[in-house]
């Protein structure tokens, strides 16, 4: 991973939340089973989730990617993960990526960023999607600031 087109220490210290993010990261890569096509999300979720996937493949995890942005496309090859395009004759297993905003009750947005469309597309044309948010801090619905009585581990919203 020396051939990152930007330097990776400063984009480590970008990503908030790091330990929770690796820790979703595992999870993701405890649903993963050899063959299967994965969708990637967006943002600093899917791009801590991406080298865990990457480490994976290389200790023999067969799978491919479809993601939602070219920053995760440059990655996911820069760690030997396949790449496919989304068309229809892709068959995506299921997709992940980090909610955007959260309310305790698993009410969510997601795709509010720039891949937003891509987003939407892959989730869609996903068999399961799983969207990964954290429950351990004040969380945001429907752009409204709510107060979050759950301070638990970071969780799934399915």
């Known amino acids: 991973m020396n051939n990152f087109p ?3 220490e400063k984009l ?13 990261a595992k999870e993701m890569i405890s649903f993963a089973k050899d063959g299967q096509v994965i ?8 791009m801590v989730c991406a080298l865990a ?10 799978i491919k990617a479809v993601v939602t942005s070219y920053e ?3 990655l996911c ?3 030997n993960i396949d790449v496919l395009e989304l068309s229809d004759d892709v068959q995506i297993d299921w997709c992940f990526d980090g909610a955007d905003e959260v309310h305790e009750g698993k009410n969510l947005l997601k795709g509010r960023g720039g891949a937003m469309h ?3 597309k892959v989730f869609n044309a996903s068999k399961k999607a799983v969207c990964c948010c954290r429950f351990d801090q004040r969380c945001f619905c429907l752009r409204r600031e709510v107060s979050s009585t759950n301070r638990s581990n970071p969780k799934q919203a399915y």
């Open 6 to 8: 930007f330097e990776v």
């Open 12 to 24: 480590w210290s970008s990503v908030s939340n790091r330990a929770e993010k690796e820790t979703i």
């Open 39 to 46: 969708g990637f999300g967006s943002g600093t979720t899917s």
């Open 53 to 62: 996937f990457g480490d994976a493949v290389k200790d023999g995890l067969d």
């Open 72 to 74: 995760l496309a440059w």
């Open 77 to 79: 090859e820069s760690l």
């Open 118 to 120: 891509r987003e939407r």
